[in-house]
């Protein structure tokens, strides 16, 4: 489909404009150097007697591998530099937001629309009315509905949204203006949902917002992305910023404090260079529908096998498809009114991280889109690579096996390779430690987090947490990824949401090969270089503990005692 098609003016196809361009060569500039420079420095620390075949494994799947980590840790650094000279990253980095009058007038149609299947309703519904009753009580609500898009299929669950849906309409305002629609079949997964909504939606309203069963938006920061795509006539997709909310079990409260410090410095960075290619993550955004239903339909893999079919991660497939039809994808980076669950427990959030690892996966086949740009492309192989990276590692330590048990390392340079690891360990935690320096700096904005003194107790623990989750998810991806080889599937099963006691066995049979793992790569090298065990205590250790971190980290009580102490605050909890 061309401009003129869709009655776009040409240039919204054209190159980027100087200043874009500038900042994409400065971005790559910066992962180029850093990549020689570690890349010699890993040569020498592997090369003092020459490159030995397990040396020589090891530092072509470091390279390959170290793209990755350097990208996250230079969208922090710019995040965190915009932060600090800039009083408002958001409008910097979003010219949409900057020339939009945030008090003008609402004019549009827009469905609020909630994704569902086997849910939970009673905690899906309450939120669904929390919003219902914020917009009508902000004035606008004669120009939003809300629907409920279901895909279950399960008899119980089907009556348990409808007796909840009953409730939520008794007694409202507006009760016409709340539907229930749910579907015989769930084809295309929830694209196909949302996609079947917007194409009955297109001629009564101008744009959806999406949520998932566990979003949660303020009435103001909806009115904004709807005043932001008023606007704007070329923006197709706009993004919020999602945080987690107050979290009941230790697992989702420390992994949601990491990553609010992580994700606002690494979102304002990409926002800054990746300019109106941005990101969409499929929930608590808007979307403008004509655009949507014309340009965004997914296509289907064609063939059999876990990668072949519907599309499970559709969501930067359909920015990519946007932005080949003209029009801009952009995130608002900043935390403003937007929020979700995370997963309580470790087997919870490997379910959701194995159906992520298929669908991004799915994107091999979709290097030869019609149309696909530069940027798009990159897209695409960046969200491959955020899970290739976990056989690449898992082979770099299998490969650091062989050098201890061919006992060919022992001309390395331990100096210059202790000072790599500490380089490396120190980008991976950079974004989430520049978010947590720019509290700090920032007058009052600890006090957000409970103090200083709590915020930083938090990092300690954020770090050991993200440090033991990395390395036993390490294991679970590199595997997954050898199952997705041998054609298994992780589907799309529902999710459970509460804080819940779980057995150490319930854990043990998921988790048993990265038991498995850490013993065998721990008797190894207890075997042939126990000198190397401290080395490798931060990858072996989790995994010989993965059973009890799981159960632990998943107990209420953990997070009951985190939260009556301040300690993984977030903002939003210190308020209330």
């Known amino acids: 489909m061309d401009a003129s098609t869709m009655n776009l003016p040409d240039d919204r196809l054209g190159a980027p404009p100087a200043a874009l361009r500038g900042r994409r060569a400065l971005v790559l500039a910066l992962n180029l150097i850093s990549y020689v420079l570690l890349g010699v420095m890993m040569v020498r620390v592997l090369g003092g007697d020459g490159l030995s075949i397990p040396a020589l494994c090891f530092l072509l799947l470091f390279l390959l591998g170290l793209p990755w980590t350097l990208l996250g840790f230079w969208n922090a650094v710019i995040g965190f530099v915009i932060a600090r000279l800039v009083t408002d990253p958001a409008r910097y980095t979003n010219p949409a937001l900057a020339r939009t009058a945030l008090d003008a007038p609402i004019t549009a149609m827009t469905a609020i629309c909630l994704m569902i299947r086997h849910e939970d309703v009673t905690p899906c519904f309450a939120r669904l009315g929390a919003m219902i009753d914020d917009i009508d009580a902000s004035g606008a609500g004669d120009h939003f509905t809300f629907h409920v898009l279901s895909d279950s299929q399960l008899p119980d669950a089907i009556a348990d949204e409808a007796a909840a849906f009953a409730r939520l309409r008794d007694g409202r305002n507006r009760p016409d203006a709340i539907i229930y629609r749910r579907r015989e079949a769930n084809t295309g997964f929830k694209a196909g949902n949302m996609r079947a909504f917007a194409t009955t939606a297109r001629d009564t309203h101008d744009y959806m917002i999406v949520l998932d069963a566990d979003s949660m938006m303020s009435a103001d920061a909806m009115l904004r992305l709807v005043r932001v795509m008023q606007a704007n006539d070329r923006l197709g997709i706009l993004q919020s910023l999602v945080v987690g909310r107050p979290a009941a079990s230790g697992f989702a409260r420390i992994f949601q404090f990491g990553m609010r410090h992580a994700m606002r410095m690494q979102t304002v960075g990409t926002a800054w260079w990746q300019g109106p290619s941005g990101p969409f993550w499929g929930h608590n955004a808007i979307i403008r529908l004509r655009p949507f239903v014309d340009c965004c339909d997914l296509p289907v893999i064609p063939g059999r096998g876990p990668l072949r079919g519907d599309l499970l991660s559709h969501d930067q497939v359909e920015a990519v498809l946007m932005r080949i039809a003209g029009y801009e994808v952009r995130v608002i980076a900043d935390e403003f009114g937007s929020s979700e669950e995370n997963p309580p427990d470790i087997l919870e959030f490997i379910k959701r991280d194995l159906r992520w690892c298929q669908g991004n996966m799915q994107y091999i086949h979709l290097m030869r889109l019609p149309g696909l740009q530069p940027m798009g492309r990159f897209q695409l192989i960046n969200a491959i690579m955020m899970y290739v990276g976990a056989p690449l590692n898992f082979l770099m330590l299998m490969s650091g096996l062989a050098i201890a048990f061919t006992g060919t390392g022992r001309g390395f340079a331990t100096g210059l390779a202790f000072a790599l690891y500490l380089i490396v360990m120190a980008m991976i935690f950079a ?146």
């Open 431 to 576: 974004p989430r430690l520049l978010g947590v320096v720019d509290v700090l700096l920032r007058p009052g904005a600890s006090r957000r987090y409970g103090g200083r003194g709590r915020l930083l107790t938090g990092v300690i623990i954020d770090l050991v947490f993200s440090l033991c989750l990395g390395s036993i998810m390490l294991v679970i991806q590199a595997l997954f990824m050898l199952s997705l080889a041998l054609g298994r599937r992780a589907g799309w099963q529902a999710q459970n949401r509460a804080a819940r006691r779980i057995g150490l066995a319930a854990f043990a049979r998921t988790l048993w090969p990265v038991m498995l793992y850490g013993a065998f790569a721990g008797l190894v090298l207890a075997a042939v270089a126990p000198g190397a065990l401290p080395w490798a205590v931060p990858t072996i250790g989790p995994c010989l503990a993965v059973v009890p971190f799981a159960a632990l980290s998943a107990q209420p009580g953990i997070g009951a005692w985190l939260a009556r102490h301040h300690v993984c605050a977030i903002p939003e909890e210190v308020a209330s």
